[in-house]
C-alpha cells in the first residue's frame, strides 16, 4: 500500500485529508508541524510528501530545503499545499524541488487525490 | 578742489556708506530668511556645489543623519551612512552631468527609510548655454509610512491564509460527503443541504478571492508576467470551462472567425483569462436566451477582443455605473442581485487590462437586445 506523510498543523484540513486518503485506500500518516514531519519521514519512509508552507515553528519551505538537502530524503517527491496564493510562493516552492504546488482552497479533494495518483504513477510507485 | 566740492563729495560718501549698510541689513535679513526657512522644512535638504560637494544643510537631515551636532557633512561621509549599493555622489555628478532629477525610493539609513531627491539647480537669469551651478537634495523621511505599507502587506497575507483555511475544510467536506457516502446521501433533503454548503463554501472563497484581488491590485502588488500568447488559445479554453453554464441556459457559446487571425499579445495570460471568465461569465449571468460570441480582431500595435450577448442590456443611466467598486449596474444596495457575485468583477477586470497597457469598456448596449464588451491588449 502506497504510503504518505502529510505535514498539516491546522486540525480542520488535517482531519479532512485524512480521512479522504484513508477512503482511497492509502496509508497515511500525519504530523502536526515541521519538526514531527522531519522526524516521521525517517520512520516511516513515505512514498509522497504532502506539505503545509504557513506552520508555526518550522515552515513548510524551511521544511523542504531540509527535506532536499537529506540524500535519503531528496528523492521524495513533495507536494506542496497551501492557502497563500501567492505566486512566489508556489515559484520558491518548485525551485527548492517540490513537484507542484496546490492552493488547497482552489481545489476539490478529488483534485489532491488526482494529482497524489498522478506524481505517485509517473514516478513508477 | 573746492570747499563745495568736498562738501559734496562727503556727502555723496556718507549715502554710499548708508546704501551699503541698508543693502548689507537687507542682505543679512534674507538670507536669514532663506536660512530659517530651510530648517524649518520637515524635509531634509542638502545644496551641493557642482564639485559635487556638500555647501549648506538643514536642521533636519542633520537630524537624520545624525543625533549629535557636529559641523559640515561630505557626501563622501553620507555616502558611508547610507546602504553600500547606493552610492550618492556618483548620482549627484550624474545628475549634474546629464541635467536631470532623480527619485531614489526606500534608502535605508540605520532604521530609517528615505525617499531621496536629487535635481541640478540651473541659474535662470544665466544667458546662452546655461550650465548647472549645483544641485539639491531632497530628502523625506518615510519609515513610517513603509512600516504601515508592510504591515498591510502582512495583514492581507495573513488574511487570505487564515480566511481561506476554514472554507477549505467546509467544501471539502461536503464535497467528501458527496463522493463518498452516496447512501446516506440518498436522502435528498440531506444530499440537497450538503449541497448548498458546498455552494455557499464556494461563493465564500470567491469572495475572499475577489476582495484580496481588488486590494493587490489597487495597490500595485500583484505582479504581472507578460508571456506572449494567442487570445484564442485562452478563448478555447475558457468556453471550454463555462459551456455547462452555458448549457444550463441552453446558450450558445461562439468563438468568432477573427480570434484565429489575431496577433499573439503581450500580457499575463492567467490574468487575462481571468478577465475573458469574467466577461463571459457575466454575459451567460444576464442572458437568458440566444447566445454569446467572443471574438477578436488586430487594431494597429493592439489585439481587440470582444464578448457580445444578446442578454438584457442596459439603460444609458446604468451603464455609468460599470467598471466601479462593487458595482452591478443599476442595482441599488437593498435590491442587490446577491446571487451574482460580488460586483467586484468588471473592476478588477479593468484594473488588471490597464495594468497591462490596455483598456476595456462597454462598446454597445441596448436595452432587450444584448451588450457588447471589449477590451485591448498590446501585441507582442
Not at chain 1, 8 to 13: I, S, T
Not at chain 2, 116 to 124: G, R, S, W
Not at chain 2, 173 to 199: E, F, G, R, W
Amino acid at each position: 500500500m502506497q504510503k504518505i506523510l502529510m505535514i498539516e498543523d491546522d486540525p480542520l484540513v488535517g482531519r479532512l485529508y485524512k480521512r479522504v486518503f484513508e477512503l482511497e485506500g492509502f496509508t497515511i500518516e500525519w504530523a502536526e508541524n515541521g519538526q514531527d514531519g522531519l522526524d516521521k519521514v525517517k520512520t516511516m519512509g513515505p512514498d509522497i510528501i504532502l506539505l503545509d508552507v504557513m506552520m508555526k515553528g518550522l515552515n513548510g519551505l524551511e521544511v523542504l530545503t531540509r527535506l532536499k538537502d537529506e540524500p535519503k530524503t531528496a528523492g521524495i517527491p513533495v507536494l506542496v499545499l497551501t492557502n497563500v496564493s501567492d505566486a512566489r510562493i508556489t515559484q520558491l516552492a518548485t525551485e527548492k524541488g517540490a513537484v507542484a504546488a496546490m492552493v488547497k482552497s482552489e481545489t476539490e479533494p478529488e483534485g489532491v487525490v488526482g494529482m497524489i495518483k498522478g506524481i505517485l504513477a509517473k514516478a513508477g510507485k | 578742489m573746492g570747499m563745495r566740492e568736498e562738501q559734496g563729495l562727503e556727502k555723496r560718501i556718507r549715502e554710499l556708506e548708508a546704501t551699503v549698510k541698508l543693502r548689507t541689513e537687507q542682505l543679512i535679513a534674507s538670507t536669514s530668511r532663506a536660512y530659517s526657512f530651510l530648517d524649518s522644512l520637515h524635509m531634509g535638504f542638502i545644496m551641493c556645489d557642482v564639485n559635487p560637494e556638500v555647501v549648506l544643510t538643514n536642521t533636519s537631515v542633520r537630524g537624520f543623519l545624525s543625533d549629535e551636532a557636529r559641523g559640515e557633512w561630505t557626501l563622501a561621509e553620507i555616502d558611508q551612512l547610507l546602504e553600500p549599493s547606493l552610492h550618492l555622489k556618483e548620482l549627484v555628478t550624474q545628475s549634474l552631468k546629464e541635467q536631470r532629477s532623480m527619485e531614489l525610493n526606500e534608502v535605508n539609513l540605520g532604521k530609517r527609510v528615505l525617499r531621496l531627491f536629487i535635481a541640478p539647480m540651473v541659474n535662470n537669469e544665466a544667458k546662452g548655454d546655461v550650465q548647472p551651478i549645483g544641485a539639491v537634495i531632497l530628502v523625506e523621511d518615510v519609515t513610517e509610512k513603509t512600516v504601515l505599507e508592510r504591515s498591510k502587506d502582512e495583514f492581507f497575507f495573513i488574511a487570505s491564509h487564515e480566511l481561506r483555511t476554514p472554507l477549505t475544510a467546509i467544501r471539502g467536506n461536503a464535497s467528501v460527503m458527496k463522493k463518498y457516502y452516496p447512501d446516506v446521501m440518498k436522502d435528498q433533503n440531506l444530499s440537497a443541504m450538503v449541497d448548498d454548503i458546498h455552494t455557499s463554501s464556494m461563493r465564500l472563497i470567491e469572495l475572499v478571492n475577489d476582495f484580496l484581488d481588488v486590494s493587490a491590485l489597487e495597490q500595485g502588488k500583484i505582479q504581472m508576467n507578460p508571456e506572449a500568447f494567442k487570445l484564442d488559445d485562452v478563448v478555447t479554453e475558457v468556453l471550454r470551462e463555462l459551456q455547462s453554464l452555458g448549457d444550463a441556459k441552453s446558450l450558445k457559446l461562439v468563438a468568432g472567425p477573427g480570434l484565429g487571425g489575431t496577433p499573439a499579445v503581450l500580457a499575463d495570460r492567467k490574468r487575462v483569462k481571468q478577465v475573458v471568465y469574467n466577461l463571459l461569465g457575466n454575459a451567460i449571468k444576464f442572458t437568458d436566451g440566444g447566445g454569446i460570441t467572443v471574438d477578436a480582431q488586430a487594431e494597429g500595435k493592439f489585439a481587440h477582443c470582444t464578448v457580445t450577448d444578446t442578454g438584457s442590456g442596459m439603460s444609458e443611466e446604468n451603464q455609468k455605473l460599470l467598471f466601479r467598486k462593487f458595482q452591478q449596474a443599476g442595482s441599488s444596495l437593498l435590491s442587490r442581485d446577491t446571487t451574482t457575485g460580488t460586483g467586484l468583477g468588471l473592476y478588477i477586470s479593468k484594473l488588471i487590462v490597464e495594468l497591462s497597457g490596455g483598456k476595456i469598456g462597454l462598446e454597445h448596449s441596448e436595452v432587450g437586445k444584448g451588450s457588447t464588451f471589449g477590451f485591448t491588449l498590446p501585441v507582442a
